[in-house]
């Protein structure tokens, strides 16, 4: 093994991919043992894969309508040899145009996007690594609020030689971004001799579910301007709002901001959370700044996606009435998933972070840690993934502060699927409960008789021959 270690490069044999940790265990744990209604009740039901299935019947049913978007059918296959054929990793002029105009309507048509500023990656995973590529030298660091995404150690920082320093938000302002955090660990990292490039944030957050207000953003936008720095606004889960109020995204600020230097800004985006299409690989750098297009576009030929995936999406994309449609219903389904679940959970006691966006909560259960410690953290959730049986992810792995929070995603299944999971943690409080009502009891049972025990020795009187006879023990000992 260790022979076999030394044929390969650093690079491979480095531990920033992040595998073995708690977020990947239990992904692990899922697939060894996966629950199925029938054939595997009593398997781990998956809750740690950020995941919007709630509305693929409405991609199944524009595709069978539309069996000419694809070269694969009868309908489409005449153009096979054009799509098939080699293509510029510039990407179908199409499929950048219909990107970035469904870019500009999931931000409710306030901001218009440049197709010639669209650069393709394979997925967010893909789209992150390039914009880091083309911002960073190894060694270089980023700043990255918490809690934040357990793999962007992987995706920023294990093939790049990037560095995350973490920003450290706690739930005193719910998790808030504030100035005088970003410059304690700007300041800290500076001090260390880290060179620090940038500030990537994720808005909507993953996995608070929350999303910056129009105030954080331009606070952002001034730091990043102060500082010289980048900023990438990870934007994945911009199709995800689900309460009344409105997605600002940070092209929206940087529009309003005369005196901002906008080749310091860069947005990624993606169709794996806002349409539920992971399996596409559609990653996307939108960036303001033209050397990092330039740069971009170069670096997309190592994960282009491909030119059928191009071709469907184009077309599906361009359907205005399906997109729209598509939108309004989606987001309908995720806030009723999301008070579906919560509303459950509230009924056994557990509170959520409130959110307004994305397909997870962040679940506060610190009030059945045995120690607020992380040590404390991580023995509830073996519990949860071995007993429970349910993946869900502990806050360590977000590098969050405060030990006993919990992502837990919800959409990523059928209502059945939910309900089973309800009824686990429901069965796992209530036992909880009972446990430490009957502990509760125990301790005050043997309270009472200590205190029986001595109210009458004192009543009697310790050295009164009633109280006790020469043989007594206690005289005994006294002697």
Known sequence: MERNHQLLSQIATNDRHGENSPYFDGWKAYDNNPFHPTNNPDGVIQMGLAENQLSADLIVDWIKKHPEASICTP????????????????????????????????????????????????????????????????????????????????????????????????????????????????????????????????????????????????????????????????????????????????????????????????????????????????????????????????????????????????????????????LAVSSKRIEKRHSVFTKGLEQIGISCLESNAGVYVWMNLRHLLQEQTNDGEMALWRVIINDVKLNVSPSSSFHCVEPGWFRVCFANMDDETLEVALKRIHAFVGERKERETLSAKTKCWKKNLRLSFSSRIFEEGIGSPIAMSPHSPLVRARN
Request: include cysteine; hydrophobic fraction near 40%.
């Open 75 to 326: 309908e489409g296959v005449h153009k096979f040899k054009d799509i098939a054929s080699f293509q510029d990793y510039h990407g179908l002029p199409e499929f950048r145009q219909a990107i970035a105009k469904f870019m500009g309507r999931v931000r409710g048509g306030r901001v218009t996007f440049d197709p010639d500023r669209i650069v393709m990656g394979g997925g967010a995973t893909g789209a992150n690594e390039l914009i880091m590529f083309c911002l960073a030298d190894p060694g270089d660091a980023f700043l990255v609020p918490s809690p934040y995404y357990p793999a962007f150690y992987r995706d920023l920082g294990w093939r790049t030689g990037v560095q995350i320093v973490p920003v450290d938000c706690d739930s005193s302002n719910n998790f808030q971004i504030t100035k005088a955090a970003l410059e304690a660990a700007y300041d800290k990292a500076r001090q260390d001799g880290i060179n620090v490039k940038g500030l990537i944030v994720t808005n909507p957050s993953n996995p608070l579910g929350t999303t910056l207000d129009r105030e954080t953003l331009k606070c952002l936008l001034s730091f990043i301007n102060e500082k010289n720095i980048h900023i990438v606004c990870d934007e994945i889960y911009a199709a995800t709002i689900f309460s009344s109020s409105n997605f600002i995204s940070i092209s929206e600020v940087v529009e309003e901001i005369v005196d901002c230097n906008r080749d310091l800004v860069h947005i990624v985006s993606s169709l794996s959370k806002d349409m539920g299409l992971p399996g596409f690989r559609v990653g996307i750098v939108y960036s303001y700044n033209d050397a990092v297009v330039n740069c971009g576009r170069k670096m997309s030929s190592f994960g282009l996606v491909s030119s059928q995936t191009q071709y469907l999406l184009a077309s599906m994309l361009s359907d205005d009435e399906f997109v729209e449609n598509f």
